[in-house]
T-cell receptor, first 113, second 111 residues
């Protein structure tokens, strides 16, 4: 099946620092999504990207859909303690019978005050 | 709207027992999904449904069954629980060509 390689696996940063994480795939995706998961909760959508080359922001978060359609990155600027959580990328291959998300393995983010 | 709700939140099963994980959504979404998340891993698709009466296998369907008799409900059935099915299970729903919304998850342990 399709696989996404997400890196880094974990990050330990100081409050105020910027963060960058990325996902790469051997397959092309039609949509790239970035989710955040907090302990005991389901993933919550942060940003959705629908077009190759698209750069989208949501507050302090910025994500880009790679030109090759095989990669995406997420940046968080000026991190704060509530940014702590696991960040997942997901690629949507959008088959005719419904959307099929493939998830990366997640980046565990820890922010020290 | 409550969104996607799942019950129970936690469950411990003995090997060989059966159970049904419930999932309900009130957003009138046609598409519903079941995922499992193992420790330190991303989510893997078990089964999905594009509408009432229609279900299809995902990446890891073995040991599970689903049904979709209504738009709102998409229960996941484990017939003979095995330790390998210890995981956190997430249900999600979406409209066609829209993003998926996830429930809070069911944490299942099989001993």
């Amino acid at each position: 099946g399709q696989q996404l390689n997400q890196s880094p696996q974990s990050m330990f940063i100081q409050e105020g620092e910027d963060v960058s994480m990325n996902c790469t795939s051997s397959s092309i995706f039609n949509t790239w999504l970035w989710y955040k998961q907090e302990p005991g909760e389901g993933p919550v959508l942060l940003i959705a990207l629908y077009k190759a080359g698209e750069l989208t922001s949501n507050g302090r978060l910025t994500a880009q859909f790679g030109i090759t359609r095989k990669d995406s990155f997420l940046n968080i600027s000026a991190s704060i303690p509530s940014d702590v959580g696991i960040y997942f990328c997901a690629g949507d291959s959008e088959v005719t019978s419904g959307s099929r998300l493939t998830f990366g393995e997640g980046t565990q983010l820890t922010v020290n005050p | 709207n409550a969104g996607v709700t799942q019950t129970p939140k936690f469950r411990i099963l003995k090997i060989g027992q059966s159970m049904t994980l419930q999932c309900t959504q009130d957003m009138n979404h046609n598409y519903m999904y079941w995922y499992r998340q193992d420790p330190g891993m991303g989510l893997k698709l078990i089964y999905y449904s594009v509408g009432a009466g229609i279900t299809d296998k995902g990446e890891v369907p073995n040991g599970y069954n689903v049904s979709r008799s209504t738009t709102e409900d998409f229960p996941l059935r484990l017939e003979l629980a095995a330790p390998s099915q210890t995981s956190v299970y997430f249900c999600a729903s979406s409209s066609p060509r829209d993003t998926q919304y996830f429930g809070p998850g069911t944490r299942l342990t099989v001993l």
